[in-house]
């Protein structure tokens, strides 16, 4: 018995160590992904799982913002831009050994452009009415035509991981560099180093170089914060400036500042003509002069030093400079120009009067904004704001509102006065932007859902999106959207406020990271993300 | 004990006194925004440093403390008043009127009153000045915390009812008008103070979880509340003792209430 003890004990204490020489990355999810099926990823999760495990044609570079061959070696797109054709790499097999082929791209494509399956991917696919055509030309060789002309259309392509037509494990049967293995709700997410991923490096060893990588779900930022701080965890993806500076007071190393990223905070005035608000307060928030006067009264250079700790750079337009292609570095510079904004404010009449402002009609100049509750930068943001449109007479109430409650002000009833919110953009490409410039659109959020553009800018606006939109020439596209960005600034419907940086945590313990903007932003190369050498030869 | 006591009541006056006389005073201006001197350590400008905006941290904790020192108190005097008529009143007459109480109480503790208290905040116009907004969020917590005090005075009421001396009392024929002045008044007084000074520190607390949902007080205006939301996580304050002043302070400000009412409470 006593013998039998000892073999177990040294069995287990074998496959501990074996265990423990594993590669074995870990991060935090913030909460389980709702979907293993890559064609249904609609939250950061399930984006996360999609990212390290799924096999796309094209890929998106996140250093280079360039599109590169993936499982297609070549691409084209046609003239008029609604078919592209694909040359697929040849001998690659999924993770469950079933080959890959043209048939398992159209698979792909039809169950993603079934209606009934309300994919996300397939809705950024789908332009127009009909239907998308999948012509097999070969074992590797694949063409799809559109009904309309998509804009940008080989981005698109680095969403849709392709599914096995053959395989018995459906979705699970992936191309990416790992594949699930397990997974408990609420606790953990394992992955483990795909056999069968066809790509090397330049020495001709097998990629990914790590073993596995372990997705704990953790919803808390002060505990990943721990974590990360004993080592227990290598990688954060984003965090505030005041865990930045904590962390980078207590261990430099393990802090990195990736510079601009492609969010943005704003505020805008509500310009609803329905909403439940004062008239003159309407005619406020419906004069330029007035929102350009609010814009060049905050001082945007203090909310990059006091609320980010100067990782933030002051905002100029709808696109961060960190959107290589897309930012028209035409913009002015955000000025702050209390002068300036009290010349603008008499151009409409107001006057100061005891170190408050009136309008023409004697009222006191008095604004409530929102914003939501819990998010210290925001909080602070918006006092310093307060304390900014102080020195031009301006009274700001503050109110923070939990985010149902803001959400349902901001898009349903419209009671409220001015906002203030962050929008994070995912995508580089503008068609990303389509819902927040169009005057019909939802996510207009200063007046959405118009009938018809209430103004003659907004008409505009609606205009250059379409082309942009339809053309397939990307200089005629940059052109439009230059002149989206350049409208935006002149008529301040929005009033861009920071981009803040993308700040990272990366363990020492790792090679390979190469923090970026874009998500996401530390493990985008993960096939080149291992432990240094250091820690293999200490036995891990 | 006398010495206690004394101790007590000086150490509350005293922080009565300066938060009271300080917070008028032009120097100590709590929305000022030092922008250069963001989240800095005593000096001789700023005592106790500057909190992440620049504002001084000392005018702030004189005016959040006189914030909280007069809305606290008068929100826990509404709780006890409510609470009062609702527990103790109906404890004592009995009956129907104390079934109903009861039933009142009972659906009282049982409504989650953050959601309450979300919904009330939801309803109110937006544009209403800090003190307005401390005056309102002081409020809604004055009527909405009466609910386990009403129970605990209903239950010594009760007692009182079935105590020989009300017995006796009434048996000599002092209308119930009279009972409940003379005799069970004086001895509720001792569980009304112990719960007022529960509810003080209470109140405050509630305040600052209260701020986190967007229901506080709004800025610039400070609280006790707000101000321990520097403390609100283990990675958010900076570990310098000066963040600790508003917790320090409330800690000696119901310690030295509780101590200097000591004698009240068990007379």
């Keep these: 018995m006593r013998r039998a003890m000892s073999w177990i004990c040294l069995l287990a204490v074998v496959l501990a160590s074996a265990a423990g020489c594993l590669d074995e990355l870990r991060f935090y999810l913030r909460s389980d992904p709702k979907t293993f099926n890559p064609a249904l990823v609609d939250d950061d999760a399930a984006e996360t799982i999609r990212y390290l495990t799924g096999g796309v044609l094209l890929r998106l570079n996140r250093q280079t913002q360039q599109v590169e061959p993936e499982l297609a070696t070549a691409w084209k797109v046609s003239k008029d831009g609604r078919t592209i054709s694909f040359q697929l790499r040849k001998g690659v097999r999924f993770s469950d050994g079933t080959p890959f082929g043209a048939q398992d791209v159209k698979f792909t494509m039809d169950a993603l452009m079934d209606p009934a399956l309300h994919s996300p991917t397939g809705d950024a696919l789908r332009t127009g009415a009909g239907k998308v055509t999948a012509v097999v030309q070969g074992v590797d060789r694949i063409s799809l035509t559109f009904p309309a002309p998509v804009a940008g259309l080989e981005r698109l392509f680095d969403q849709v991981a392709i599914v096995s037509a053959s395989s018995a494990k459906k979705e699970m049967a992936v191309l990416g560099p790992f594949y699930v293995t397990d997974y408990k709700p609420g606790a953990y997410v394992a992955l483990r180093r795909n056999p069968n991923y066809w790509k090397h490096d330049e020495a001709g060893h097998s990629l990914p170089y790590l073993d596995a990588v372990k997705l704990e779900i953790q919803g808390n930022r002060d505990i990943e914060m721990l974590k990360f701080s004993r080592s227990e965890i290598h990688l954060i993806n984003g965090m505030d400036a005041d865990y930045y500076d904590r962390l980078s007071r207590s261990a430099p190393g393990k802090v990195r500042d990736a510079g601009p990223s492609l969010d943005s905070e704003q505020m805008w005035f509500n310009q609803v003509a329905t909403a439940p608000i004062a008239p003159y307060k309407l005619d406020w928030f419906r004069s330029r002069n007035f929102r350009r006067a609010v814009s060049a009264a905050i001082n945007r250079d203090d909310l990059c030093k006091v609320v980010y700790g100067g990782h933030a750079i002051p905002a100029r337009g709808p696109v961060s400079p960190a959107n290589k292609y897309w930012f028209n570095t035409q913009l002015p510079q955000a000025r702050y120009d209390p002068a300036n904004a009290m010349q603008l404010l008499r151009e409409d009449g107001f006057r100061l009067a005891g170190g408050k402002l009136l309008d023409r009609s004697g009222h006191l100049v008095e604004f409530s904004l929102v914003t939501n509750a819990g998010n210290r930068m925001r909080e602070r943001t918006a006092t310093m704001i307060q304390a900014d449109l102080r020195s031009i007479g301006i009274t700001v109430n503050i109110v923070t509102l939990d985010f149902p409650s803001l959400i349902q002000r901001i898009s349903e009833s419209f009671n409220y006065e001015a906002a203030m919110l962050g929008l994070t953009n995912v995508e580089l490409d503008p068609n990303g932007q389509m819902n927040v410039w169009l005057s019909s659109s939802d996510e207009h959020q200063w007046n959405p859902r118009q009938k018809t553009p209430a103004t003659a800018w907004e008409a505009e606006l609606d205009r250059l999106m379409r082309a942009q939109a339809s053309a397939i020439e990307a200089t005629a596209r940059k052109r439009d959207f230059d002149r989206v960005q350049a409208i935006v600034a002149e008529e301040a419907p929005f009033i861009y406020l920071v981009n803040k940086n993308t700040l990272v945590g990366v363990s020492p313990l790792l090679e390979g990271v190469v923090p970026v903007s874009t998500r996401p932003q530390t493990y985008w190369n993960i096939e080149r993300i291992r432990f240094a050498a250091e820690r293999a030869s200490n036995g891990k | ?267």
Excluded at chain 2, 23 to 49: I, N, T
């Design chain 2, 1 to 267: 004990m006398r010495t206690a006591r004394t101790i007590g009541l000086m150490l509350a006056s005293l922080i009565a006194l300066a938060s009271f006389g300080g917070s008028l005073l032009q120097r100590f201006d709590y929305s000022r925004q030092d922008r250069e001197q963001v989240s800095a350590g005593p000096s001789q400008e700023h005592w106790l440093g500057t909190d992440a905006l620049g504002r001084d941290r000392l005018a702030r904790l004189l005016h959040g403390t006189r914030v909280s020192l007069t809305l606290a108190p008068a929100a826990a005097g509404i709780a006890l008043l409510l609470a009062f008529l609702a527990g103790a009143t109906p404890g004592f007459v009995g009956g129907a009127s104390e079934r109903v109480a009861k039933i009142a109480i009972d659906l009282m503790l049982s409504v989650p009153w953050l959601f309450l208290l979300l919904m009330v905040r939801a309803m109110l116009p937006l544009n209403t000045s800090p003190a307005a907004s401390a005056a309102i969020t002081f409020l809604m917590l004055g009527l909405l915390g009466w609910g386990m005090p009403a129970r605990i005075l209903m239950a010594r009421a009760q007692r009182l009812r079935r105590s020989e001396f009300v017995v006796l009392a009434r048996a000599s024929g002092v209308s119930r008008w009279r009972l409940l002045c003379i005799h069970v008044m004086p001895n509720l007084r001792p569980v009304l103070l112990a719960q007022f000074w529960i509810a003080v520190p209470v109140f405050i607390l509630a305040e600052a979880n209260l701020s986190l949902l967007g229901l506080g007080v709004a800025e610039p205006l400070p609280s006790l509340g707000s101000l321990l939301q520097e403390l609100e996580t283990v990675l958010s304050f900076r570990g310098d003792a000066c963040s600790f002043a508003a917790l320090l302070v409330m800690m000696l400000m119901v310690g030295s209430l509780q101590i200097a009412f000591m004698k009240h409470e068990v007379s």
